[in-house]
């Protein structure tokens, strides 16, 4: 089991779903007091993401045409511990791996021109959420992957963290 953590539209069909599956049975484990910390030390879990990338999940499943009636059990997952996940392995172990995924990147890919919006955003009440304009792509020499983006209420390029960014166009 595990949380890709990356931006689910990168994900094939399979890999999606299962995701999603998976994110019910670390939520059932928990919730029962199983122990999770293997998935924490390897990378493959942070609980305190779980409840958002599932709804981030559920989104894109939506936006595919795909049926979702199973929503995830509300638990207290303070106690669990933290872990982080390597999205950038992730990313890269998907795209060598999985032909579907590999796809969908490139279907996903940012380029100049692209709308976009960092769906972990926090937006106060009644906040509307940012939308920006790729302007310069991912500089493929340099491990950092950012791309320039001009927010619509700003007047300079802020580089972000591809794997914080949703293209929202096309």
């Given at each position: 089991?595990?949380?890709?953590?990356?931006?689910?539209?990168?994900?094939?069909?399979?890999?999606?779903?299962?995701?999603?599956?998976?994110?019910?049975?670390?939520?059932?484990?928990?919730?029962?007091?199983?122990?999770?910390?293997?998935?924490?030390?390897?990378?493959?879990?942070?609980p305190?993401?779980?409840?958002?990338?599932?709804?981030?999940?559920?989104?894109?499943?939506?936006?595919?045409?795909?049926?979702?009636?199973?929503?995830?059990?509300?638990?207290?997952?303070?106690?669990v511990?933290?872990?982080?996940?390597?999205t950038?392995?992730?990313?890269?172990?998907?795209?060598r791996?999985?032909?579907?995924c590999?796809?969908?990147?490139?279907?996903?890919?940012?380029?100049?021109?692209?709308?976009?919006?960092?769906?972990?955003?926090?937006?106060?009440?009644?906040?509307?959420?940012?939308?920006?304009?790729?302007?310069?792509?991912?500089?493929?020499?340099?491990?950092?992957?950012?791309?320039?983006?001009?927010?619509?209420?700003?007047?300079?390029?802020?580089?972000e963290?591809?794997?914080?960014?949703e293209?929202?166009?096309?």
């Amino acid at each position: 089991m595990r949380q890709w953590g990356i931006n689910p539209a990168f994900l094939c069909r399979k890999h999606l779903l299962d995701e999603h599956a998976e994110h019910h049975a670390f939520v059932n484990d928990i919730a029962k007091g199983v122990d999770v910390s293997r998935y924490l030390s390897a990378g493959r879990l942070n609980p305190k993401t779980l409840h958002k990338r599932h709804d981030r999940l559920v989104a894109e499943m939506k936006k595919r045409g795909y049926d979702h009636c199973t929503p995830l059990s509300r638990i207290d997952v303070s106690h669990v511990g933290h872990g982080k996940i390597n999205t950038t392995l992730n990313i890269e172990m998907l795209r060598r791996s999985c032909k579907g995924c590999a796809k969908q990147m490139e279907k996903t890919i940012m380029k100049p021109g692209d709308l976009v919006i960092m769906p972990g955003e926090s937006i106060s009440p009644g906040g509307v959420p940012s939308v920006g304009l790729i302007v310069e792509p991912v500089n493929p020499l340099t491990k950092k992957k950012r791309v320039g983006v001009l927010w619509a209420d700003s007047e300079q390029v802020d580089f972000e963290p591809v794997d914080w960014l949703e293209v929202v166009n096309g």
